[in-house]
């Protein structure tokens, strides 16, 4: 197995690509966990209804991965992507609307561990600044944003402000320093070059359940 | 073209594939808004990236789309999958736990649009029962859910409930006559037969975000 060599610009690594590396993290940590030690291309590919010379494509960018016959190790791969997908180091959040929104988020599990730490919680509303979300974090002053930002080494911006707020919000993160923007306002604005906007589309999640609902409504009916 | 022909178990797609039929109308809508009629697989994939033997193997599932040398036929290949997700009636939804995260995705628009409808807020908390979210969504006594759920013809149960309470309440969501359940609790528990569960992961937004900073911090240097 040969680690990843060439300088790679991630910039030509679609994001439906990244998506898949972080699942196949997942995965790996769930073999891992009930002590699979080789996994076959085939095998793997099947786990996420993808093809295996997909599986091979999406891995094929980033280093030579598995051995004929032998499959995938998988410790080695997972830690390979978790490297390649930077997890092995944390990066410092900053959530930007103290409404119940970016409370909850400021609260999340999933936004303070592996891999990230939320640094602060901004807002420019004075009977908000100043106050702890449950967890504990600080609601701060979105004027000290820029302060904060370089004094704290935040990388990622998390938008959960209103639609009518957002562009103007993206526009502060982007003068602090910032690169990297998960927007969860229901509104699109063209980013600067250089500056990374993730939307977060929740619906997705609700399609997806809805499908395995049968079509007729089965209204209170016992199961 | 073909319409789906034989009933199909929805049981036995993955969700992996259900969550690309969500993105391919996104994207087919997207086409449509900018006049495309017709598509080739290949360029379909390419939007993905991923292949078109993987495109055409998850659309095959559900009927004979797309005609050779001509490719898939924009706007009615959308509506073919909008349909096959069920999204061209309206599913009413519940939303258990009206902490943060629960007033959050009361009032939020992809809830509330394109198949979706919120029919309720549901809390245990008599110091929120009988209030309002900001966009009038009204707090309900969990004690009713059941009466509600058959009253109301609601389909999908959206737990946002302390990870503490989440098994319990699923029991409840399950005991009213819901089958679809999704899940942002950090917390997974074993559903009945016949009931699905979706466990909803924001962290993973995160990390495709994450992904795309370069390793070395770039703490406030400018672009």
Redesign the interface.
């Known amino acids: 197995m040969k680690a990843p060599g060439l300088p790679l610009d ?2 030509s ?7 898949r ?3 196949y993290v997942r995965c790996l940590a769930a073999l891992e966990a009930d002590g699979v030690a080789h996994v076959s291309s085939k095998d793997f590919a099947r786990r ?4 295996s ?2 599986i091979r ?1 999406d891995l094929a960018t980033f280093g030579e991965f598995g051995v004929r016959g032998v499959g995938y190790e998988v410790s080695e791969l997972k830690r390979h992507l978790t490297s ?4 092995d180091r944390t ?1 410092r ?1 900053a959530i930007i609307g103290a ?3 970016g ?3 400021a ?5 303070r561990s ?3 730490s939320i640094a602060a919680l901004f807002d420019n509303d004075a009977g908000k600044i100043g106050m702890k979300t449950r967890t504990g974090v600080d609601v701060r002053d979105v004027a000290d944003l820029s302060r904060i ?2 004094r704290d ?1 935040i ?2 911006a ?1 938008l959960a402000v209103p639609a009518a707020a957002a562009a103007e919000v993206a526009r502060r993160c ?1 003068a602090a ?1 910032l ?4 927007n969860f306002a ?1 509104v699109r604005w063209n980013a ?5 906007v ?1 939307n ?16 007729a ?7």
Chains 1, 2 share one sequence.
Do not use: W
């Open positions: 991630r910039r690594v679609s994001e439906f690509t990244a998506t590396l972080s699942i996420f209804d993808l093809n010379a997909q494509k390649i997908l930077g997890l990066r959040v409404g119940h929104l409370q909850a988020l609260d999340y599990g999933g936004f592996g891999g990230f930002v370089e080494a990388e990622i998390v982007v320093g690169k990297a923007i998960l229901p600067p070059p250089g500056v990374r993730k977060v589309d929740l619906k997705i999640n609700l399609e997806t359940l809805a499908f395995y609902i049968p079509n409504p089965t209204k209170g009916a016992p199961a």
